[in-house]
């Protein structure tokens, strides 16, 4: 089946460039990015690093790559900000953040627009990921009641006992490519709704949202001076926040070779840690699925964000008896995917987000091809019309692999999926449980039975059952097991926030 050539790009650039004047504020190019550090807009001195748009190949801003010194800046800023803002009570706090919701609500359309202009995917994806990271703010509003401590009165005779919740100090975050608003967003309106102040890195490859978003965080006034800071850069930068003494912990989200560095780093000066990381997801198709529902479902897990996502399908564990009618209607509807620019509202599938990230899934469909596997669906050649210089390539479908092959095994974050056969579902939870991540996991079947029994065998955080990409609700924490996770207390709202960002003291009294 070889891959046709789809092009999804049915808009011109004039109509594009007419819509942009009615976003006057989101532009092609946002120059260079000053860092926020204590309520102001500094310039570092440093280097800079270009940042491309995905699909165009153009530059769209340059972010600079802060060192030890405006890491220092922000974490005076954040720490001198702590003192005051740890003593408002938590029901002052929470007021920032119905105006930083309704900052986001107001931005909405802009926002979802410059997610596609950095990182590729496509508006309505975009649009959902803002919609996902706006819900962290209604669920860190929860420290209403989640912050309550407890008492026992007489624990001994005339004696009482209370607990309660205390904030930490100075918290950041660094953040991946992959999700540049809603990411930061499991992270900045708990730090903050918790008493903490908070310092983001974000993704150098996609800044520009939240220096945006910063920006109109600014221009409102929505917080104090330098409880929420933005310091710009790379690996030098990280490894400055965790070098300072003064951050009480880190949250990390990105590949599991920097995790381990960033838990490693954190453990060892007694920082609080956690460390959201790599994914290779197991995807089950049962022989009782509801095929017609199911495959749409399947092709937005293993192709949407264009195979980038952390809770994206990678391996679909078909079974023998009708591994042939799975395989076809699958491969059949991933040739059917429209590649092109996200903006267009016909596009179904956007770019990698770099070049090189291209190159490599390539290089991954060769090694499947030299280990024998059978590309049924051969993305390679895929392009986007009218966008020559973008790292476009079509979705790619391998059949016949084993699970011991270099494309079941390593996260490639690309729109390649591998085809795997097993011979009842007991094999297929075998299969699964080989990997050495443990982010994600579905199974489609109309058997209650058989969900249940994968939901509880299967290794994994976070387990779809008729559902491919099943992310978590900002009330629920973000799972992850093995490789995938590092740490105790899990991102997003749930409790685990609460128990993350602050210290338990506990108070015993008598009074004579
Ligand atoms: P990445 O690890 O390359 O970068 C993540 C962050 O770490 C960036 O801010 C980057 O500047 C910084 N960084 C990179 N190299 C560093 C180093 N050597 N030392 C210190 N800091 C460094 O990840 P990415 O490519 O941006 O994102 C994709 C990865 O993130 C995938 O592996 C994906 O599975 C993972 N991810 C995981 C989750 C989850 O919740 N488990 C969610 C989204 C993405």
Not at 386 to 406: E, H, K, L, Q
Request: net charge negative.
């Amino acid at each position: 089946m070889p891959w046709t050539g789809h092009s999804g790009y049915l808009m011109s650039w004039r109509r594009v460039d007419l819509m942009k004047g009615f976003l006057s504020e989101v532009s092609e190019n946002y120059g260079t990015f000053p860092n926020y550090i204590d309520g102001q807009f500094t310039e570092p001195n440093s280097s800079k690093q270009h940042v491309l748009n995905p699909a165009t190949g153009r530059q769209i801003a340059s972010v600079p790559l802060s060192g030890e010194e405006e890491v220092g800046a922000a974490v005076d800023a954040a720490s001198l900000a702590f003192e005051k803002w740890s003593e408002r009570p938590v029901q002052e706090r929470v007021q920032f953040l119905f105006e930083l919701k309704r900052l986001v609500r107001e931005e909405y359309e802009n926002l979802a627009r410059i997610i596609v202009q950095e990182n590729g995917k496509t508006i309505s994806e975009a649009r959902g990921e803002v919609s996902r990271g706006a819900e962290n703010i209604d669920a860190a509003i929860g420290a209403l009641y989640h912050l309550d401590g407890r008492k026992t009165p007489d624990i001994s005779r005339g004696i009482d006992e209370e607990m309660q919740h205390e904030p930490l100090g100075v918290f950041a975050a660094v953040t991946p490519f992959n999700f540049p608003m809603m990411i930061p967003f499991w992270f900045l309106p708990y730090a903050v709704a918790t008493g903490n102040t908070f310092i983001l890195k974000p993704s150098e490859r996609t800044p520009v949202t939240m220096n945006y978003l910063f920006r109109k965080m600014h221009e409102r006034s929505i917080f104090p001076n330098g409880v929420v800071n933005l310091v710009n850069g790379a690996r030098e930068t990280v490894d400055a926040l965790l070098r300072n003494g003064r951050i009480a912990g880190v949250s990390f989200v990105g590949s599991t070779a920097v995790a381990k560095h960033i838990y490693e780093e954190c453990t060892k000066r007694k920082k609080r840690v956690q460390a959201q990381a790599s994914a290779k997801n197991f995807v089950i198709v049962m022989p009782d699925a509801k095929l017609n529902h199911s495959i749409p479902n399947i092709i937005n897990s293993f192709f949407g964000n264009a195979g980038q996502r952390c809770l994206a399908g990678s391996n679909l564990v078909v079974m023998e008896e009708n591994h042939r009618q799975v395989l076809e209607k699958f491969a059949n509807a991933a040739s059917e995917l429209r590649l092109g620019y996200g903006l267009s509202e016909e596009t179904d599938m956007g770019p990698v987000i770099t070049w090189e990230q291209r190159g490599r899934v390539i290089s991954y469909i060769e090694k499947g091809l030299d280990a024998g596997a059978e590309l049924v669906l051969d993305g390679r050649e895929g392009s986007a019309e009218d966008f020559p210089d973008g790292n476009f390539i079509g979705p790619s479908v391998f059949d016949g692999v084993s699970v011991d092959m270099a494309i079941a095994r390593d996260e490639i974050f690309g729109p390649l999926a591998s085809v795997i056969t097993a011979s009842s579902l007991d094999d297929a939870i075998e299969k699964a449980n080989t990997s050495t991540y443990g982010n994600m996991a579905a199974i489609y079947t109309s058997d209650a039975k058989s969900a249940r029994e994968f939901a509880s065998k299967v290794d994994a955080g976070n387990v779809g059952i008729n559902i491919g990409v099943p992310a978590p609700a900002a009330t629920y924490p973000f799972g992850g097991y093995k490789d995938s996770f590092f740490g105790d207390l899990h991102g997003q709202g749930g409790q685990d926030y609460i128990q993350f960002y602050t210290e338990r003291k506990v108070i015993i009294s008598r009074w004579f």
